[in-house]
């Protein structure tokens, strides 16, 4: 069965950097593309970025330009998620998705468990 | 980027009612509009994909309807296990966008 398994909680100080890690599992990694979404606390979603998994190409949200990098380890079916210079609004739970293409769209059908990023003094 | 405007962000409702949420975009998306459902402390969930399908292993009491810049979701016979909140995204356009999310209440 499709899995997706991130890394677990981390607390970072403000200006530091975090890498979260997916790991797929139960389907061709390269076949699908992989999305980062965020959730601050009680807050809504906010899309992050996607990469190919296949090409490594990415494309991050323009909020996000500067300080998100998005990488992927094929060999080992894990993509990457990197943030970097953080500051207390950046304090979220991230996730990885699955965007299973359909027609002219696409949805995230598979998401990981998420990952608490907590940013304080 | 395309604006999503849900209402109501909350809902109090009964067992075995029927609920109607509403997602509106700030320009036509076509059906390119999916609703997901998160409980609390979990990942979320699809259940609606491209406006009106509805995502394997969903019950059929979930429908989607809607294109251009209008859409419903709505929960016929409303379950203990489907009080939760509930996201519209639109993924016709770069970058996806969320809507604010409606909570479903008991």
């Known amino acids: 069965q499709v899995q997706l398994v991130q890394s677990g909680a981390e607390v970072k100080k403000p200006g530091a950097s975090v890498k979260v890690s997916c790991k797929a599992s139960?389907?061709?990694?390269?076949?699908?593309?992989m999305h980062w979404v965020r959730q601050a606390p009680g807050q809504g979603l906010e899309w992050m970025g996607w990469i190919n998994p296949n090409s490594g190409g990415t494309n991050p949200a323009q909020k996000f330009q500067d300080r998100v990098t998005l990488t992927r380890d094929s060999s080992i079916g894990t993509a990457y998620m990197e943030l970097i210079d953080l500051s207390s609004d950046d304090t979220a739970v991230y996730y990885c998705a699955r965007a299973h293409v359909w027609e002219f769209s696409n949805f995230l059908d598979y998401w990981g468990q998420g990952t608490l990023v907590s940013v304080s003094p | 980027d395309i604006q999503m405007t849900q209402s109501p962000s909350s809902l109090s409702a009964f067992v075995g009612d029927r609920v109607t949420i509403t997602c509106r975009a700030s320009q036509t998306i076509s059906d390119g509009l999916n609703w997901y459902q998160q409980k609390p402390g979990k990942a979320p969930k699809v259940v609606i994909y491209?406006?009106?399908s509805l995502q394997s292993g969903v019950p059929s009491r979930f429908s989607g309807s809607g294109s251009g810049t209008d859409f419903t979701l709505t929960i016929s016979n409303l379950q203990p296990e489907d009080f939760a909140t509930y996201f519209c995204?639109?993924?016709?356009?770069?970058?996806?966008?969320f809507g604010g999310g409606t909570r479903v209440e008991i």
């Open positions: 139960g389907y061709s990694f390269r076949a699908y593309y």
């Open positions: 491209g406006a009106s």
């Open positions: 995204q639109q993924s016709y356009f770069t970058p996806p966008t």
